[in-house]
Structures are given as structure tokens and as C-alpha cells.
């Protein structure tokens, strides 16, 4: 059964470093979306993305995030300079018509 | 403001014990209701979609309904391996994301 594939699975970073976490959707999906969770909360909308463009985006989605879709086949999350607040695990997920989201496994994102 | 509220937040149960974990939900004008269940660590793996007040939906061990405020995960002779955080949400009309409830934890002890 295809799924949503995340890497890495944990990332460790420095307060102020650029990181980027990628995910592969399913195949033949077409509509992509960032979610994150803090530990002991909600899981919370970011970003939503189709194609080519962000359709909507979350009060959370600032000017330190990016999205890219680089190729056929990867999403990507990027955050130009890490926070604190930032440590979440961050969620990829897809659909192919704006019904049913697939959620991948997640990256834990650590800051120090 | 489009908001999910679940209860209980924990419930422990004895195998085969039946119990319903509740979503209610305020939305402006609700596209589809989720339930998903997820393991510690994991992502949420999607369990139902619910679309319409009265509309009912069945898996296994599971069965969700749906009313105009509300939803119920319906649980029968639980199993141990039913324990996990199951998730509630709801997408409105004209956006594409979901709002998530804070979850009920499940226990189910043999």
C-alpha cells in the first residue's frame, strides 16, 4: 500500500541553523501539507500546497519558512533559522483531491 | 472559530470492556470530519471520514458516527493492541486544513 515517506526521521540542530526535512507523498497525489505537533499538543496546520504554490498557509507559517516541491516526486520543509520553539515533530501529508489527508511517519525536529 | 474539543483525555479499559470517545466540534459549515488513530511517535493513520450528520462508518472493532455538533468512535470488545491516541478533526468549506481535538488517549489492559 503506497504511503508518506519522511526523512530524516530525527534531526538535532543548533538554535540559528537552516534546516530542511523532506517527504515523499504518494505517487499520484496532488495537494501536499505541512503539520506539526508539540510534544503534549495539538497537531497544527502550517501549509498547504498545490501545484506549484501555497494555497494556504498558518498564522505559524512566518518568513522562516519555505516550501518546495524541487522535483516530481519530493515536498519539502525548509526553516531558515531555528528557534527554541521550533522542537516539534513535523508532519508531511497528501491527498488527490481535498479529501482524505495521508500523513507520513513525521521528523522529529530537535533545537538546541 | 472553528474549534474540536474530545473527551475523555485518558480512558482505561479492560479487554473487551465497550466504551465511545466523543468529538464535538464547532465549524462553519463542516467539508468532512476525521478520525485517526496514532502510536507514540507516529503519525496519524487515518481511520474514517465522515461527511454528513447520520452517516455511520465501520472498521473492525471501530465504528464512528456523526451528528451536526458531534461525533462518537464507538469501541467493542477492545484489544490491547487498540491502545493509542485516537484523533479527531474537521475541515471546513473552502480550506483544505484540519483542525485537530487534543486526542483520547486509549489504555486497553488485558
Known amino acids: 500500500e503506497p504511503e508518506v515517506t519522511q526523512t530524516p526521521s530525527h534531526q538535532v540542530t543548533q538554535m540559528g541553523q537552516e534546516v530542511i526535512l523532506r517527504c515523499v507523498p504518494i505517487s499520484n497525489h496532488l495537494y501536499f501539507y505541512w503539520y506539526r505537533q508539540i510534544l503534549g499538543q495539538k497537531v497544527e496546520f502550517l501549509v498547504s500546497f498545490y501545484n506549484n504554490e501555497i494555497s494556504e498557509k498558518s498564522e505559524i507559517f512566518d518568513d522562516q519558512f519555505s516550501v518546495e516541491r524541487p522535483d516530481g516526486s519530493n515536498f519539502t520543509l525548509k526553516i531558515r533559522s531555528t528557534k527554541l520553539e521550533d522542537s516539534a515533530m513535523y508532519f508531511c501529508a497528501s491527498n488527490l483531491a481535498t479529501d482524505t489527508q495521508y500523513f507520513g511517519p513525521g521528523t522529529r525536529l530537535t533545537v538546541l | 472559530e472553528d474549534q474540536v474539543t474530545q473527551s475523555p483525555e485518558a480512558l482505561r479499559l479492560q479487554e473487551g470492556e465497550s466504551s465511545s470517545l466523543n468529538c464535538s466540534y464547532t465549524v462553519s459549515g463542516l467539508r468532512g470530519l476525521f478520525w485517526y488513530r496514532q502510536d507514540p511517535g507516529k503519525g496519524p493513520e487515518f481511520l474514517f471520514t465522515l461527511y454528513s450528520a447520520g452517516e455511520e462508518k465501520e472498521k473492525e472493532r471501530l465504528k464512528a458516527t456523526l451528528t451536526k455538533k458531534e461525533s462518537f468512535l464507538h469501541i467493542t470488545a477492545p484489544k490491547p493492541e487498540d491502545s493509542a491516541t485516537y484523533l479527531c478533526?474537521?475541515?471546513?468549506?473552502?480550506?483544505?486544513?484540519?483542525?485537530f481535538g487534543t486526542g483520547t488517549r486509549l489504555q486497553v489492559f488485558p
Open positions: 478533526a474537521v475541515q471546513a468549506r473552502n480550506t483544505d486544513k484540519l483542525i
